[in-house]
RNA sequence: GCUGGCGUAGCACAGUCGGUAGUGCGUCGCAUUGGUAGUGCGGAGGUCACCAGUUCGAUUCUGGUCGCCAGCUCCA
């Protein structure tokens, strides 16, 4: 048997045992159990029990687990029919619900382990618990968790356990866990002292100066790179009186995540009637910049990005560091085209994507969601759309290579979704980019094209990097804190030796600020040791020392982060000459060598 | 919003079976040191998240509020 059956079979046949353990600890009259599918480190089983487990609970269940593998019963499993099914689990309200939702053809299976314990199983399963014995298995959590993913349902309890062949791979799997948590971007970004939430602002994050800095680094790579793909920015208003919005759709679709603001708060009157609200994305704004002019066929594509702040109101458990916020800026364009660019205009919105995302060394994952079932709009227009992004992403991605979700697109368009993972493997949305049939007929735009006939432009509403906030604290996770040169918030740092060597260390920060490095000194009397813990600590890419030696040879001694070694009688020219091509070549490794 | 957990000095954490709190790092001061993640001594710093209740007395017990974390749901 091979890893990967392995973890499956046995995984899943863990979650069997699990389910036993439960049970025998509540009483089988006390236990509704639901589903306990496999997860990429381990497995979980949902239950309905008659109180919460807790923390004190695991090891009595986890010694129960074992108890049951000790007994080396037999699996067997039995081929059923609906009626004896329905009768195996009478009194099991999620097993029997699950049995009636399955299709009338479909060949019913059950497992039993030991003569006790039957679940409703499709398999495979091993023959004898004794062969779990030799596994790993550490329960990880519990939690609530909806019963098929609907809030509206019942609530069970799930609990998670890490599963894994043998006791060394759990252990490894731990360390792993430990060090996922280190890198944690709430954890780096409170020391790193980049980014701070306080609690008169939940979801809304400051960004300290070394975080501020990062943010412009790749604003500022961003804004470049679509100048040169032709885009224009733009700034909107961020508080919109109602009928914006009303005019737009969200309103009617989104109205529970806007924060509103009352416009006079002597005369609230019928509040909502009396609002601004502030913007929760920025599509309108360009909309209303596009219809300025009466635009002609020649005028497009046009593309206007903004970086404006956008608020979106988000339930009180939703909100996570960076990556859920409240107040959040995403790198946002809209950009305008007939429906003949369609294609192109994907095109380089992709290359655009691959730039940005190849500076940071990173590859996101990609999805397609296609028509759904309420789709507006013309069906051969869709169909266009959808294979003008399946031909990209074919090109790009290759055949097969990204997931399509059928069915999933907005009710206006179909979209292409890019995802990146954090460190605890959880899934984010970063970019995305949406075709929009439905904003230009309900802001009844128009372009008059060749034949003098009006048409209506369709809206492609793109983000790349997601939102500036999401992809710091991806990057941030990613990087370990450990940023490459070019985003880095300080790129050197100057150490003079002794305060006698303050005027050649502030010589040489000048010369750096000068070409447009991002340095930072400290010429305080303390020992050069405890400066140059200091700066390492905050993980800048370059320390360099200087001393009577250096000061005598115009030289500096650098300090590389991530290595011990040290570069010696390196000229100030060499230096300069090794920041300006870190900086311009985008290099994500430091460079080690003169 | 739901389930569970958490909130003690700038940070990381102890602790109080109810009698107003400690340690380490950092900070400040002094001394020392001075070529690559220093050393020694001393000082300051906390209405123990907030609001009620119980009590002679609450940081500790109870209830509520706010915030944070994990999971679910929802999203960039």
Not at 429 to 442: A, K, R, S, V, Y
Request: charged share 30%.
């Amino acid at each position: 048997m091979d890893r990967e059956e392995f973890l499956s079979v046995y995984r899943h046949s863990l979650a069997h045992i699990l389910a036993k353990a439960v049970i025998e600890i509540f009483g089988k009259e006390n236990v509704q159990y639901a589903i306990g599918p496999q997860i990429n480190d381990g497995f979980y089983y949902d239950f309905v029990l008659p109180r919460t487990v807790t923390n004190e609970d695991f090891k009595t269940i986890e010694d129960k687990m074992s108890e049951i593998m000790k007994r080396k019963e037999d699996w067997t499993r039995k081929e059923v029919t609906r009626e004896e099914a329905l009768s195996i689990f009478s009194g099991q309200k999620f097993k029997t619900e699950l049995i009636n939702d399955l299709p009338v053809d479909e060949l019913i299976t059950v497992y039993y382990t030991g003569d006790d314990f039957v679940d409703l199983c499709r398999g495979p399963h091993i023959d004898n618990s004794s062969l779990l014995l030799s596994t790993a298995f550490q329960i990880k959590s519990v939690s609530g968790a909806y019963w098929r993913g609907d809030s509206e349902r019942d609530q069970l309890q799930r609990i998670y356990v890490y599963a894994f062949p043998d006791k060394k791979a759990l252990k490894e799997h731990l360390a792993l866990v430990k060090e996922a948590m280190e890198r944690d971007h709430k954890k780096l970004g409170k020391e790193m002292e980049l980014f701070y939430f306080d609690e008169t602002a939940p979801g809304m994050p400051y960004f300290l100066p070394r975080g501020w800095r990062l943010l412009n680094a790749i604003l500022y790579f961003w804004r470049e790179l679509h100048r040169k793909h032709g885009y224009q920015e733009i700034s909107g208003p961020v508080l919109s009186k109602k009928d914006l919005w009303v005019t737009s759709g969200h309103w009617g679709h989104y109205k529970d995540n806007m924060f509103l603001v009352p416009m006079d708060r002597e005369n609230v009157g019928d509040f909502e009637d009396n609002v601004y609200a502030l913007k929760p994305m920025n599509c309108p704004n360009a909309i209303k910049v596009y219809q300025l002019k009466m635009r002609s066929y020649a005028d497009l594509p046009l593309r206007f990005n903004t970086v404006d702040v956008v608020h979106r109101k988000e339930k009180s458990g939703e909100l996570n560091g960076l990556f859920r916020v409240q107040m959040f800026r995403q790198d946002d364009s809209h950009n305008f085209v007939r429906e003949d660019q369609i294609g192109d205009e994907i095109a380089d919105i992709m290359s655009i994507a691959n730039e940005i995302y190849g500076a940071f060394g990173l590859k996101c994952g990609m999805e397609l969601s296609t028509r759904p079932d309420d789709y507006m709009g013309d069906l051969e227009v869709w169909n266009k759309a959808e294979a003008a992004l399946k031909e990209i992403l074919d090109k790009t991605q290759g055949a097969g290579n990204y997931e399509i979700n059928e069915g999933d697109g907005a009710f206006y368009g179909p979209k292409i979704d890019l995802k990146m993972t954090d460190s605890l493997g959880r899934e984010w949305q970063m970019g995305t980019i949406q075709l929009d049939f439905q904003l230009p007929l309900n802001f009844d735009m128009k372009y008059i094209d060749s034949d003098g006939k009006a048409r209506r432009p369709v809206m492609i509403h793109r983000a790349i990097l997601g939102s500036f906030e999401r992809f710091i604290g991806i990057i941030t996770e990613n990087f370990k804190a450990s940023f490459p040169y070019w985003v880095a918030p300080e790129q050197v740092a100057v150490v003079p030796i002794r305060p006698e060597n303050n005027e050649y260390a502030q010589k040489l920060v000048d010369i750096l600020d000068k070409q447009g490095v991002r340095v930072v000194s400290d010429m305080r009397d303390i020992n050069m040791k405890e400066k140059i813990k200091e700066f390492k600590t905050m993980r800048i890419p370059y320390v360099a020392v200087v001393g009577n030696q250096e000061a005598e040879n115009g030289t500096v001694s650098l300090n590389v982060r991530g290595s011990n070694k040290q570069l010696r009688d390196v000229t100030i020219e060499q230096f300069k000459a090794l920041c300006c091509e870190l900086q311009e070549s985008h290099s994500i490794e430091l460079k080690e060598e003169i």
